[in-house]
């Protein structure tokens, strides 16, 4: 298993996450030893076993087409870092 | 006072002969004294704790109607959403977070009359297995302040050990209970996958993680897990059941039950005090009528991949929300949008967190995802299979829960997955969704608690708790000199 | 080098739901920004979905409409990547198992029928809005949309024009709107959509390299842009270039599009199962029970209107195009007035104030019980044709019965025999010339004398009855 400075690099850009040259190579290392652990899945033949995304089979979970009040937007907005006019603020956005 | 368990508190409160203010002061006076050194808690609630007190002996004294656990003194994990109290998850991330709304299990337990002591501490996020990655504190074991109390629900672990809570609410994503409650020695259990409502927890692994008890005593246990079980229309993966009470259904007969005993789970990196209080238990169960035999999931040894992939993909998704956008730390510098949400990122979770976000988005980035995270639910479905042969023929399963007993700071920090390792007796059960029940079974050589798990099939708490109450009559327990 | 364009659509509709699709929050345009939110659409930590049942109903009775295959066991995905309209920094869609799957839907263009695949149909939750304009150096962001339902109709490369392009634009929008299922209000974005476009050599069968067009917020701007990428990339490859797959912006205001990204810098969205909702397995007796709300749609009743009513296949086509106008004329022909007169009163002066009002097609400030009373006014020969235009822009400007509004402006017609024998008598009187013409078979003669006698009643006389009257006159002269 061999995971570059460069993927991990390209990894952290989809993830938003910022490392230092040095970080980045240690995380490296210890991405290549946790996908390489990984990999032991790779002696098992899977070949045609559906994959399990919920533990207990349930399907159908739905909710009526009902209307319920909506939160006081102070309290929504009570955890805002930085907020103007009752929404939340963001560096200029250029589209 | 503060060793009573929340069945013998709800006695005495119904027969008058305690009050809620009472044993809500006992509690704040005992955190006084030994919060100092276990620093289980992130946030106490001094005051809030003594005013619901005060208003639920005065239901009390109007006669009027009060909740099941009226005026037990109870703790909540951090990532448990609690309506405008801090809601850390013991991360930078979220220092100031007070959510707007309540979980659905803190609801349950106000409704229930229960006083919140205060929020404790965990591994940022529930990612760990001994409580170091919180960015507030380092948790004491009580039994040993220089060991780990266990991760991630290290904090709910360690207060109730300490007697600094009546019980704590945990979760559980691959072991974040039994772990901890094992090496704590307090009864934990991770009940079946959507049997509690997760509404409100603050997702970790989203089809691994589950709300739990840690309490003093396996009846405790069953108590309280009739107050927060329950089909919730606000989560999705709820399951729509009615549920009798297990309080009432301890027997204590064990009689005729078949145990098996995964060999796998008692090989290699198993330490040998712990091998020998399972098989001690093991004996006792005998003794008592029930049978055992060695068994095998041949396929444990891929439980811990393949919960490292699912669970780190879904954690990439779930903590992405953290950008300094809605709430939470925003970083103070940055140049524009992108280098606020990698600025904030970086700076506000901590270095395992991280290492799990970067794990995840690897394992669902484009060209990996067959590899890594399809591979992994294939494995997963495999191990399901594994584990319902195993129950055509046994009623539970008891291992270890843990190789060994709690560890010191800074042993297992510096190699990932010699952390990871912590976790190998347990993440099957998450695997699987099932319910499984953590009680001390022993103590090694330096008096340490010895966890040993009963894992039951799917909604097979019933049996489960009756195989640990049984099992811990025979127990003679230590409490920690604090 | 002649080139063949083709284009490929990505509708997204939004549904008129009560609810948002995972949370309670109502579904409204506007609003305060952030007056419509809950924990659970603002994504705050440890918050979970639940599926509006509604936007699952929606979205196969749309899939159905469009001849689709719905699919049994559907799940939702989670598509990621972060910007500050989605607070979760995922939206919650459809990967592999959309709901809805091959479709098709005819389009008439110039007369031709062509069917359009459909390649599928999914739900998904709509994104917040960013608000730039106001503020210098910040965005600010607004969830009230966020959580509103979605669904996102994938057309097959089917299309060879951006005409062709407009009709299937409108075909699907009328197919919506007779469902029922989405408002299609263009100018509060509820219907918005992406366009794909590439050439090839005429006669090639491999596609070309397509560009995708974004940010297009009305059929009219969606032809634009494809009329200006038809002509970028015909000059690119005039000139010997190559096209470069990339997602371009629409700038309806400058008339061109713009590079966003290319295909370097493709998003990696890491779409996995959503692990807090559940798969959702669709039975045969819901899909039936949807199945038998879904009205006549436009095809049908468009071949209804030329069978039953003999209305020309172009007339029937108009009227179908809006479920409103259709709906109008039905109820009006059900009154029991002409369906020609109707058609012909709708699609002509009706049409045309529509247009000139700007309202939205259909939208006909007076109940049918009206159209078919102006008609009636007509047939009883009550007042002329000229003067039913009249009446007609009264009723475009206020609210007033027809009959009411003829005795206001005086427009009846005399069709009383006395007075019209009368003035018949007087212009014969004065013209006698003209019946000496009249029997000498002239029959320019008969005319002049109806102008004459329309002159003298100041057009209020009813030709008709004139007509046989001057007649008889003549005869008896």
């Known amino acids: ?73 102070e309290a929504m907005l009570q955890n805002a870092p930085s907020k103007e006019d009752g929404g939340y603020t963001v560096p200029k956005v250029v589209e | 006072m503060h060793t009573l368990t929340a069945h013998e508190i ?47 002996d005065k239901k009390i004294a109007a006669g009027e109607e009060v ?133 409100g927890l603050v997702a970790f692994a989203s089809s691994l993680d589950q709300i739990g008890p840690l309490a003093k005593d396996v009846q405790d246990c069953a108590l309280i897990y009739d107050q927060i079980v329950g089909y919730d229309p606000m989560d999705s993966t709820s399951v729509n059941r009615e549920y009798a009470s297990f309080e009432k259904a301890l027997t204590g007969d064990v009689k005729g039950l078949k145990i098996g005993m995964p060999a796998e789970y008692m090989g290699e990196g198993i330490s040998a005090p712990v091998q020998k209080a399972v098989l001690a238990a093991l004996e006792s169960f005998k003794a008592m009528g029930a049978s055992y035999e060695e068994m095998h999931l041949p396929l444990n040894e891929y439980a811990l991949p393949a919960y490292y992939m699912i669970s780190s993909a879904e954690a990439s998704s779930n903590l992405a929300r953290f950008d300094g956008v809605k709430y939470g730390f925003r970083a103070e510098k940055f140049e524009d949008l992108v280098d606020l949400y990698a600025q904030t990122r970086s700076e506000g979770f901590g270095a395992e967190v991280k290492r799990r976000i970067m794990i995840g988005t690897y394992a669902l980035s484009s060209g990996y995802y067959d590899a890594y995270y399809k591979k992994a ?34 042993e297992k920090t510096d190699d990932p997955l010699q952390m990871y390792m912590a976790d190998i007796c347990t993440v099957s059960v998450n695997i699987g969704g099932l319910p499984a029940v953590v009680l001390p079974c022993g103590y090694d050589e330096n008096g340490l608690p010895i966890g040993l798990q009963i894992i039951g099939k799917p909604f097979g708490e019933a049996a489960i708790l009756n195989a640990a109450y049984a099992l811990e009559k025979t127990i003679t327990k230590i409490k920690p000199a604090l | 080098m002649n080139y063949e364009t083709v284009i490929g659509l990505e509708v997204h509709a939004e549904l008129k739901t009560n609810t948002k699709i995972y949370c309670g929050c109502i579904n409204e345009f506007g609003g305060e920004p952030n007056t419509h939110t809950c924990p659970i659409c603002s994504g705050m930590p440890g918050t979970l979905p639940v599926l509006n049942k509604r936007v699952v109903d929606f979205a196969i009775k749309a899939g159905l409409a469009m001849n689709c295959s719905i699919t049994q066991y559907s799940k939702q ?72 339902p979605l669904i996102e109709i994938v057309s097959e490369p089917d299309l060879r024009s951006p005409e062709e392009a407009h009709v299937f634009l409108e075909t699907l929008k009328t197919i919506l709107e007779y469902t029922e299922v989405s408002d299609c209000k263009m100018q509060e974005g509820s219907l918005r959509c992406d366009v794909n476009l590439s050439l090839r050599p005429e006669g090639q069968k491999e596609f070309g390299t397509r560009c995708e067009m974004k940010n297009i917020n009305s059929f009219r701007a969606a032809v634009r842009s494809m009329e200006y990428e038809q002509k970028r990339q015909t000059e690119v490859l005039s000139n010997g270039g190559i096209i470069n797959q990339e997602t371009r912006r629409w700038d309806d205001v ?49 071949s209804r209107y030329i069978s039953e009513f003999g209305l020309p296949e172009y007339d029937a086509f108009l009227l179908t195009s809006s479920k409103k106008t259709a709906d109008y004329f039905d109820e009006t022909v059900s009154l029991g007035a002409s369906p020609k007169a109707v058609s012909n009163w709708m699609m002509g002066d009706i049409a045309k104030f529509i247009n000139d009002k700007e309202l939205e097609a259909g939208d006909i400030p007076f109940a049918p019980a009206q159209l078919k009373a102006l008609i009636d006014l007509i047939e009883k020969g009550t007042i002329s044709n000229s003067a039913a235009k009249k009446v007609l822009a009264e009723m475009f400007a ?30 014969l009187a004065q013209n006698p010339q003209s019946i000496v013409d009249y029997k000498a078979g002239k029959d320019r003669a008969l005319g002049f004398l109806m102008g004459q006698i329309m002159r003298v009643s100041k057009g209020k006389a009813n030709p008709q009855v004139i007509n046989q009257m001057l007649k008889e006159a003549l005869d008896k002269a």
């Not at chain 3, 990967?95 to 098709?104: A, H, I, K, R, V």
């Open chain 2, 10 to 56: 709800r006695d005495r409160i119904k027969n008058k002969e305690l009050s809620s203010v009472e044993i809500t002061k006992a509690y704040l006076d005992r955190i006084e004294k030994v919060e100092d050194k276990v620093e289980s808690y992130v946030t106490v609630l001094q005051e809030e704790a003594m005013q619901s007190a005060e208003a639920i």
């Open chain 3, 254 to 302: 400058k008339g061109e599009s713009i590079v966003m990204r290319t295909k370097e810098d493709a998003q990696d969205y890491r779409y996995f199962p959503e692990p807090d909702l559940l798969p959702m397995i669709i039975s045969d007796e819901w899909i039936e029970e949807i199945r038998s709300t879904i009205p006549e749609l436009p095809e049908q009743r468009k």
């Open chain 3, 398 to 427: 206020q609210p007033e019965e027809p009959e009411k509004i003829v005795e206001r402006l005086g427009l009846s017609q005399v069709s009383d025999e006395g007075a019209l024998m009368a003035m018949v008598q007087e212009v």
């Open chain 2, 377 to 410: 639910q294939q494995v997963r479905t495999m191990i399901m299979q594994d584990f319902d042969k195993a129950f055509e023929k046994y009623d539970v399963l008891v291992t270890p829960t843990t190789p060994t007993t709690a560890f010191g700071f800074g």
């Open chain 3, 77 to 148: 995905d989670r598509k990621n990547y972060f910007y500050p309209d989605l607070p979760k920094a995922y939206q919650i869609s459809q990967f592999d198992l959309p709901l809805c799957q091959n479709g098709y839907v005819d389009i008439v263009v110039n007369g031709e029928t062509k069917r359009i695949g459909i390649t599928r149909i999914h739900i998904e939750e709509d994104a917040g809005k960013l608000v730039h304009d106001d503020y210098a150096n910040c965005s600010i962001a607004d969830y009230n949309r966020c959580g509103v």
């Open chain 1, 1 to 73: 298993m061999n995971i570059s400075k460069e993927e991990v690099l390209h990894v952290a850009k989809l993830a938003r996450l910022k490392f230092t040259d040095a970080e980045a190579e240690a995380l490296a290392k210890d991405m290549e030893s946790i996908i390489g652990f990984a990999n032991k899945l790779n002696e098992l033949d899977t070949e045609g076993v559906v994959p399990t995304a919920h533990a207990i089979p349930m399907h159908n979970a739905f909710r009526e087409d009902v209307v319920t009040p909506s939160y006081d937007r």
């Open chain 2, 67 to 199: 909740g099941a656990l009226a005026g037990v003194p109870v703790a909540l994990k951090d990532n448990l959403c609690t309506k405008d109290v801090l809601t850390t998850c013991s991360s930078k991330m979220l220092y100031n977070f007070r959510p707007p709304y309540d979980s659905t299990v803190a609801k349950k337990l106000k409704d229930a009359d229960t006083v919140l002591l205060g929020k404790v501490n965990m591994d940022e996020f529930a990612m760990g297995s001994s409580t170091e990655t919180s960015y507030f504190k380092k948790t004491k074991n009580p039994y040993d302040l220089s060991k780990v109390p266990g991760g991630s629900s290290g904090g709910s672990a360690a207060c109730v050990a300490a007697d600094e809570a009546t019980f704590t609410l945990g979760s559980d994503t691959g072991g974040s209970i039994r772990q901890p409650a094992s090496l704590c020695g307090c009864v934990g259990m991770k009940p079946t996958y959507g049997t509690v409502s997760r509404f």
